[in-house]
């Protein structure tokens, strides 16, 4: 079972900021927290990944709390491209685990 | 390079018939994966692979089995078909472990009647 808690959907307007949030409540100490999204008809694609800093990419940002409980993917402009599955999961040492995710519809 | 590719994109099984769905990746990675995706559920591990000659179950590997020949080439058999296995089929490879991202094929549609 998934180990991650994930809204099952959010809506956004285009061009706004779309913050995604999951829940890591049983991680270790050195899982990281990965990212990625599905779009329609398509295999995921990796967003972002992190272990306890923030971290920027050309995609996304992802805040990570102090805690590690809880991280938050930001979408800085959301496009109607980005509307997608969105899943959070954990891994070190062993293979990703995917929630069902979150379904972040984009509304023009 | 062509990234992780799938090999059917589509099939149709009748209950009882067996088939191998290949996966080949074209980036040297060690690791790869099956996943399957059933309706409006995210996606469970089936089998992986750390390594060539090596697997390892994952959550749901009841009812498959693959083997890891080449270190290109990840293959998921159904020895025989069940119409609980109706599902989209993902392979993934990575470079190494979970620090490292996933790359995933463009699926298998797979129904079985």
């Known amino acids: 079972d998934a180990k991650t808690t994930q809204p099952n959907s959010m809506e956004s307007n285009e061009e706004e900021p779309v913050h995604l949030p999951c829940n890591h409540s049983?991680?270790?100490?050195?899982?990281?927290i990965h990212w990625y999204r599905q779009l329609p008809s398509q295999g995921p694609e990796y967003v972002i990944h992190g272990l306890t800093s923030n971290v920027n990419n050309r995609m996304a940002s992802l805040a990570i709390a102090e805690d590690r409980k809880s991280s938050t993917l930001i979408l800085h402009r959301a496009t109607l491209r980005d509307a997608a599955v969105y899943y959070c999961?954990?891994?070190?040492?062993?293979?990703?685990?995917f929630g069902k995710g979150t379904r972040l519809s984009v509304i023009a | 390079n062509a990234g992780v590719t799938q090999t059917p994109k589509f099939r149709v099984l009748k209950t009882g018939q067996s088939m191998t769905l290949l996966c080949a990746q074209d980036?040297?990675?060690?690791?790869m994966y099956w996943y399957r995706q059933d309706p409006g559920m995210g996606l469970r591990l089936i089998h992986y692979s750390v390594g060539e000659g090596t697997t390892a179950k994952g959550e749901v590997p009841d009812g498959y089995n693959v083997s890891r020949l080449k270190k290109q080439n990840f293959l998921l058999g159904l020895e025989s078909a069940a119409p609980s296995q109706t599902s989209v089929y993902f392979c993934a490879s990575s470079y190494s472990g979970g620090l490292y991202e996933q790359y995933f094929g463009p699926g298998t549609r797979l129904t079985v009647t």
């Open positions: 049983t991680i270790s100490g050195t899982d990281y």
């Open positions: 980036m040297n990675h060690e690791y």
């Open positions: 999961s954990e891994s070190g040492n062993t293979p990703l685990v």
